[in-house]
């Protein structure tokens, strides 16, 4: 088992490493081992290119026989753009394949293990599993039949508060803290934000510092801004890049010149479906003031909770990170903790909302 998972560990620093290039294909990583050595290794091309799988066996070459195949997620074993990495690991004669996690895609789910076993290669499944699911958390969520896993990303202070009564939010967390959310963005399909965030912000929302990655290679991602009355300006900066902004508004003109993808009013799970459905996305990051954030939570469409906890006052006056009104202490909204990190001066925490155990007696709209 040890054994099993030093190599798991370097099939995971494969997928790791193709993590922000993928989308929408799930990141995953591959190596094939053959008397104590990796004799071939592999990562999820950008889309179109070939699998894992396909390119560590090509490395492998006629070392691939008789070996054990580690990979992150289930070979497929479906016709797509590429073909089935399954049969391609019978072909190679492979003696082994350790899975760390089964895909949820109904096309898989479990038969690329199961042409597998039925070609007489042994498998054995779940070597680190959690940390393969930890890479592709939206993509199995979506493939399961659910929505979009949702991040919601919140910087504040330790009295709870996201900006000055003035809107002046520049800057509660430090450029540590800053920096770490480049990672959140990259590996999202889309960044959504409020109307109000623009408008006091001129925020972009886009990717641009990752240690270590040339940014051409990365595919970035949409910029969603929800925007009713349609007050978005054309001097925003988000359209600088209009190729990659999407707005929720009234249909304009002027928006549509610039090419900016514009989806008719809808609600928040109406709009997952939709980003689900017609874009292919299934990562999203939400970056918004209070008014999105208590949106997304009263409609209990939020998977897990970023906070950015710097270590400062605002006081009294300043603006709450959300809206939430409680009346008992029964209607709380409790959260796991998922992890904690100090990331610079600042705290950073991971937190999975307890859906099922409070109720708000007051909605904002």
Known sequence: MIEHEQWMTFALAQAQAALYRTRPNPAVGCVVVKDGQIVGRGATAPVGGSH???FALQQAGEHAKGATVYVTLEPCAHYGRTPPCA????KAQVAKVVIATLDSNPLVAGKGQQLLHD???ATEIGILEQQAIELNRGFLKVMAGGLPYVRLKIAASLDGRTAMASGESKWITGKAARQDVQHWRAISGVVITGIETILADDAQLNVRDLPSIDLTQ?????RLILDRQGRLPLSAKVLQQPQTVMVMTPYREDLAALGVIQLPIQSLPDLMQTLKMQYQIYDVLVEAGATL????LQEKLVDEVIQYIAPTYLGQTARPLNQCVFSRMQQRMRFTLLESVQIGQDL???LKPE????EMNEKTS
């Open 52 to 54: 894992a799988e396909v």
């Open 87 to 90: 049969e391609a690991l019978v």
């Open 355 to 358: 859906q099922h155990c409070c």
């Open 348 to 350: 950073c925490v991971r």
């Open 293 to 296: 954030v208590t949106s997304f």
């Open 218 to 222: 990365i595919v970035q991602p949409y």
């Open 119 to 121: 070609a007489g290669i």
